[in-house]
């Protein structure tokens, strides 16, 4: 299983990226695939998920800014975030798992490297 995250980067407040990550390894179509995020010296939140039938769910944190969406024919999982907050600050990560069902950080057992969104002026 590889993840691969792309789409970090520096971003005023109020603005928009859309995250990417590129899965290969498995069949992706048949995984819920989920974002979290990391703050340094600080614990791993969980932002979004999506399972295999495109349900989606997200933490309250990002309710009604971010976008969690996948592609089965392209093996990618996206989160577009708007409306972007200096506390969105942080190390993003695209994580599955065989078990994993599309919420919280449980069952999460393969995760990418991350990319870095920092919100500032």
């Known amino acids: 299983v590889t993840l691969v995250e792309s789409g970090g980067g520096l971003v005023q407040p109020g603005g928009s990226l859309r995250l990417s990550c590129a899965a290969s390894g498995f069949t992706f179509s048949s995984y819920a695939m989920g974002w979290a995020r990391q703050v340094l010296g600080k614990g791993t939140e969980w932002v979004s998920g999506?399972?295999?039938?495109?349900?989606?769910d997200y933490g309250d944190s990002v309710q009604g800014r971010f976008t969690i969406s996948r592609d089965n024919a392209k093996n990618t999982v996206y989160l577009q975030m708007n409306s972007l907050k200096p506390e969105d600050t942080a190390v993003y990560f695209c994580?599955?798992?065989?078990?994993?069902?599309?919420?919280?950080?449980?069952?999460?057992?393969?995760w990418g490297k991350g990319t870095l969104v920092t919100v500032s002026s």
């Open positions: 994580a599955t798992g065989v078990n994993y069902y599309g919420r919280g950080l449980d069952a999460m057992d393969y």
């Open positions: 999506i399972d295999t039938k495109g349900t989606t």
